[in-house]
Every structure is written in structure tokens, then in C-alpha cells.
């Protein structure tokens, strides 16, 4: 999906809050804060999540979600927060001990996710050691203000 300028900056924002919703095969949901999204040069969005997490468990069971992006405003109240609304789909889930995404490598050369594993080489077969979060990353499908009022997705 193509997105706007204005979808762009919300995303660009440091001081947003992202709140990732998703639900089971089965229909029981979680809502979730996350610092971590970020929008790729491929306009999706990626998130860190732990193994443990509700959310993952339930992106495994249920590719779609929704994110809701809040843009805070000191003394704004209710319907004058900005921010938007995206509605997403996984399309990519790896499993790393510290995933971190790498946008351009030196000489311009454009990459995915690549595995970090910063750990100490005598701790083999620890904790330390496994793989504890997943990578993923959102195709975008749709975005929508935060107050719809009957305007055209943006």
C-alpha cells in the first residue's frame, strides 16, 4: 500500500505510542503498548515482540491486527489527539535473540531483518543463549484517522 506524507510523519514521529491489538484463531484479543514499531523502506511497519507475549501467540493463530498510533499533545483532550489507525497483516516472523533491523548497510545496499546474537560465547547453552523474541513485520492494508467522521482513508 502507497501511503500519504501525513501517514508517513505519524509513523516518523520518536514520540508516538503505538498500541498493537490482535486476536486468537478463537477470537480472545490483547491490546498491547509497543515501542518498538517501526516503518521500513518497503512501507511496513516491524515490531519486536517477546516469546512469552500474548500478542505473538496470538499473530501466530491470526495473521491480522490493528495498531493504533498516538501523537501526544501536551493539553490536548479526547478527540484532539492526533494519530492514526492501521490495520495490518503479518508477512514476515523469524526468531531471534535480539532482532534488529538494519535499514541500509554501507554502500547504499537495502536489507531485512538480520539476526543479532550479542551474547557471551561461553554461555552456550544458557538462557542468555536461546532465542527470546520474534521479528515481525505488517503489510499495511488499510489507514484511518483516529476520528473517522466519515472522511476518506487516508
Known amino acids: 500500500m502507497e501511503l500519504s506524507d ?3 510523519e505519524v509513523l516518523a514521529n520518536k514520540n508516538r505510542i503505538n498500541i498493537l491489538s490482535t486476536a486468537s484463531k478463537n ?7 509497543f515501542g518498538s514499531a517501526l516503518l ?6 516491524s515490531f519486536v515482540l517477546k516469546e512469552t507475549s500474548r500478542s505473538l501467540a496470538n499473530i501466530k493463530e491470526n495473521p491480522y491486527a490493528s495498531c493504533l498510533v498516538l501523537l501526544p499533545a501536551s493539553g490536548a483532550k479526547g478527540f484532539q489527539v492526533k494519530g492514526h489507525r492501521f490495520y495490518l497483516k503479518m508477512n514476515f516472523m523469524e526468531r531471534s ?3 534488529v533491523y538494519l535499514q541500509e548497510r554501507a554502500g547504499g545496499e ?3 531483518w538480520e539476526k543479532s ?3 557471551d560465547r561461553k554461555a552456550k547453552d544458557t538462557e542468555k543463549s ?5 521479528a515481525v513485520i505488517f503489510d499495511i492494508i488499510e ?3 483516529i476520528v473517522d467522521a466519515g472522511k476518506k482513508p487516508e
Open 27 to 33: 477470537g480472545e484479543t490483547d491490546v498491547a503498548v
Open 130 to 134: 536461546k532465542p527470546n523474541a520474534y
Open 97 to 99: 535473540r535480539n532482532p
Open 6 to 8: 501525513k501517514v508517513k
Open 40 to 45: 521500513t523502506e518497503k512501507n511496513t511497519v
Open 110 to 112: 537495502t536489507v531485512g
Open 143 to 145: 489507514t484511518r484517522p
Open 117 to 119: 546474537f550479542n551474547v
